[in-house]
């Protein structure tokens, strides 16, 4: 069974930064979903296998950056210049394959999710 644990969730203010980590228990593609209030999970971003590609939502870009350490099997979600709107629960999930996914459907395994508050 995989398991993937989020950490680095948390209260900060606008304009501010966090860092989320995820780590799994095996080497997959890797992505970040979040989940406001009475909406639905979003993709955030994602990375390939290897690293070497990275995807991230028209929201996020130029503000988030993921990444990812194979030799202990973890990826991070470093988010810049927040804003209120950022404010959810981020999910870290892991995928089968090589490339990089978008589409919630396309990942097998999830973590329990850490909550992120941005206050204005």
């Known amino acids: 069974q995989v398991q993937l644990v989020e950490s680095g969730g948390g209260l900060v203010q606008a304009g501010g930064s966090l860092r989320l980590s995820c780590a799994a228990s095996g080497r997959y593609v890797m992505g970040w979903f979040r989940q406001a209030p009475g909406k639905e999970r979003e993709f955030v971003a994602t990375?390939?296998?290897?690293?070497?590609?990275?995807y991230y939502a028209d929201s996020v870009k130029g503000r988030f950056t993921i990444s990812r350490d194979n030799a202990k099997n973890t990826v991070a979600l470093q988010m810049n210049s927040l804003k209120p709107e950022d404010t959810a629960v981020y999910y870290c999930a892991a995928a089968r394959g090589y490339s990089y996914y978008y589409r919630l459907s396309e990942y097998d395994y999830w973590g329990q999710g850490t909550q992120v508050t941005v206050s204005s």
């Open positions: 990375i390939s296998w290897s690293g070497g590609s990275t």
